[in-house]
């Protein structure tokens, strides 16, 4: 075999030889070596040069574009707010007083009391949606109580998130009371049983005023004003698990959720120029009123007894147990606080494994 070396490049020519010559072999293998060598030390032509310092220069600006914009979500702004919708109960209350210990002034959110007398009772408006007159002013008082306990400032504002100059008029309220707005949670929601067959058109329309134009009105009101304040800010929309797969029998309530990740994608993506990060989370089976209410109604469908479902839901969670609202409240800190700041369009799920994305 002989080597045809050529620029430090060897291409093997075999040609039959009647027997190899081993010094001669040796010297071979050296000069390929010091020939290779020498071609890649050889200086690179100057358009080369060029595009290799222009690509250096290019990461070099991206690196610290990516430094700047990351931490300037939640960098400068000093004393922080937030405003947490559907906070007088359940996941919201949660995450309210979970902002609170993390440092946060929070304004607390939900339903008007617009019938005296019913502490404690909650009167559905129609059939089966988990939308309550709540005695929302005590509620509020009381996590308003918490978070002060907590060293932090808070206010109780009732607002339908659904209208929006209710949720314009929360913002400007918490602005107000509390300072500039760094953090909307756009956490109210509701829910239903009902198959698709059963479901009228008023069913999707009250699912979606709430669920979706809810948590579009929370979206878009607080964007203004954090670009107003020309600080940045975070926005965070409730979702599901059944934003990435329905549950029977509440295909409105899932197609609703799959609108907040669609709206959290789309504001992340134009919103970023002003430096807001647009994150969902999405919880899987969690131990509040509104898990009450589909456990009873999701049994009578099946013909399973009271607390049956939810059990039999809890049964296929990998981590073996059903959620407490403080499991998505730490989940929510995370896409508050600094460490989040790279992120965003995202929906995270906190289920303990029931759906894997
Ligand atoms: N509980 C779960 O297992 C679960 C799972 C996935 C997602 N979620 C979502 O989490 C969020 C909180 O749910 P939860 O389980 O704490 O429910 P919940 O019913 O216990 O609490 C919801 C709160 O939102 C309030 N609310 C309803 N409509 C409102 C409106 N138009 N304006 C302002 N406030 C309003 C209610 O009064 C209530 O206090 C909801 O968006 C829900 O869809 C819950």
Redesign the pocket.
């Known amino acids: 075999m002989l080597w045809n070396v050529e620029r430090g490049t060897a291409h093997a020519t075999c040609i039959p030889t009647a027997g190899l010559h081993l010094p001669l072999l040796i010297n071979v293998i050296l000069f390929v070596g010091t020939s290779f060598e020498l071609y890649c030390s050889q200086e690179l032509p100057s358009s080369t040069v060029k595009s290799q310092e222009n690509y250096e220069q290019h990461m070099s600006n991206m690196a610290s574009t990516e430094t700047s914009s990351s931490s300037a979500v939640t960098e400068n702004q000093g004393k922080r707010t937030a405003i947490v919708?559907?906070?007088?109960?359940?996941?919201?209350?949660?995450i309210a007083l979970r902002l609170a210990k993390d440092g946060y002034d929070i304004c607390i959110?939900?339903?008007s009391l617009n019938q005296a007398g019913i502490d404690e009772v909650f009167l559905p408006i129609s059939s089966n949606f988990?939308?309550?007159d709540?005695p929302?002013y005590s509620?509020n008082f009381q996590t308003v109580k918490e978070i002060q306990a907590l060293g932090r400032k808070s206010y109780g504002h009732?607002?339908?998130?659904?209208?929006r100059s209710?949720v314009e008029a929360l913002v400007e309220a918490s602005v107000q009371n509390l300072g500039p707005l760094n953090t909307m949670v756009a956490?109210?929601?509701?829910?239903q049983v009902k198959s698709v067959l059963e479901m009228t058109e008023e069913d999707v329309s009250h699912m979606f005023?709430?669920?979706v134009y809810?948590v579009f009105n929370c979206y878009s009101v607080a964007a203004k004003q954090m670009i107003k304040q020309g600080n940045g800010g975070k926005i965070l929309g409730?979702?599901?698990?059944?934003a990435f797969r329905p549950f029977v029998n509440m295909t409105h309530?899932s197609a609703s959720?799959w609108a907040v990740r669609g709206f959290t994608q789309g504001f992340a993506m134009e919103l970023a120029e002003h430096k807001i990060t647009v994150n969902g989370y999405?919880?899987?089976?969690?131990?509040?009123?509104?898990?009450e209410?589909?456990d009873e109604k999701l049994g009578e469908k099946l013909g399973a007894q009271k607390g049956e479902t939810i059990k039999q839901f809890g049964e296929k969670i990998a981590l073996g147990r059903l959620?407490v609202?403080d499991d998505?409240a730490k989940c929510v800190s995370y896409l508050a606080g600094p460490d989040s700041d790279y992120m965003t369009g995202q929906t995270l799920i906190i289920d303990g494994g029931i759906q894997f994305s």
């Open positions: 919708t559907g906070a007088a109960r359940g996941i919201g209350k949660a959110n939900d339903l988990i939308v309550y709540l929302i509620y009732t607002a339908d998130v659904s209208k209710d956490n109210a929601g509701i829910s005023e709430i669920n809810g409730c979702a599901s698990i059944v309530y959720k999405a919880p899987g089976i969690v131990g509040t009123p509104m898990w209410m589909l959620s609202p998505v």
